[in-house]
């Protein structure tokens, strides 16, 4: 069974469209993320959500809004997408503190044509 | 910056050999995580050391932490082609606050 699971694994897209990327994690974890991994391997932080409530709000365009209907899953609208959102973005989650030990998803690789 | 700071860049060593990683960070700690990323994948989990501790093991892999220097140390011993991968320290800083990535080594064991 995946642990963090990520869909889709690629996306490929016009700029100016709105897509969403969702996550689910098996672990019973409380805390769940988003990262952002540019073409130089650099992984930014955007968003860390606890039990449902926002606890991370990195400095992220208001494009990017996150969602988690409950603690297993955590999605990531994006609107109005633009050439420099092209990266990887994945998921991960923790039992609890986002300084505990961390499990990431496979990654959805999204490309803004 | 909080974020730590990985050297070198780039290691490429023969299959057998030991690797060994540093990570530098400006910040006083509360741990030090290490993971490894595979091509294409997402990143693993590798090992945890928390700031009152100096030395953890876990297989082939033996990290160090010297909080005096504000650094670490990944040693991966008797390296496989299978460890070809980027190997990337994390820094938690502060109360409860976000982990912060270093940006990264890749390795690459020769086989």
């Known amino acids: 069974d995946t642990a963090v699971s990520q869909t889709p694994k690629y996306l490929v897209t016009q700029m100016g469209n709105d897509k969403s990327i969702k996550c689910e994690q098996n672990l019973g974890h409380d805390t769940m993320y988003w990262y952002k991994q540019d073409s130089k391997k650099f992984l930014k932080i955007m968003f860390s959500?606890?039990?449902?409530?926002?606890?991370i709000n990195e400095t992220v365009p208001n494009r990017f809004s996150p969602k988690s209907p409950d603690k297993a899953h955590l999605n990531l609208h994006i609107n109005s997408l633009e050439l420099g959102d092209s990266a990887v973005y994945f998921c991960?989650?923790?039992?609890?503190?986002?300084?505990?030990?961390?499990?990431f998803g496979p990654g959805t690789r999204l490309l803004v044509l | 910056s909080q974020q730590g700071e990985e050297d070198p860049q780039a290691l490429s060593i023969q299959e057998g050999e030991n690797a060994t990683m540093n990570c530098s960070y400006k910040?006083?700690?509360?741990?030090l995580q290490w993971y490894r990323q595979n091509s294409g994948r997402g990143l693993v989990h590798l090992i945890l050391i928390r700031s009152n501790e100096r030395e953890k093991h876990s297989g082939r892999l033996r990290v160090t932490l010297d909080t005096s220097k504000k650094s670490s140390s990944l040693l991966i011993t008797a390296s496989r082609a299978a460890d070809t991968a980027s190997y990337f320290c994390?820094?938690?800083?502060?109360?409860?606050?976000?982990?912060?990535f270093g940006k990264g080594i890749t390795l690459s064991v020769r086989p």
């Open positions: 910040t006083s700690i509360n741990n």
């Open positions: 959500y606890n039990n449902k409530e926002l606890i």
């Open positions: 991960a989650s923790s039992r609890g503190s986002p300084q505990e030990t961390q499990y």
């Open positions: 994390a820094t938690g800083h502060g109360a409860n606050s976000k982990l912060t």
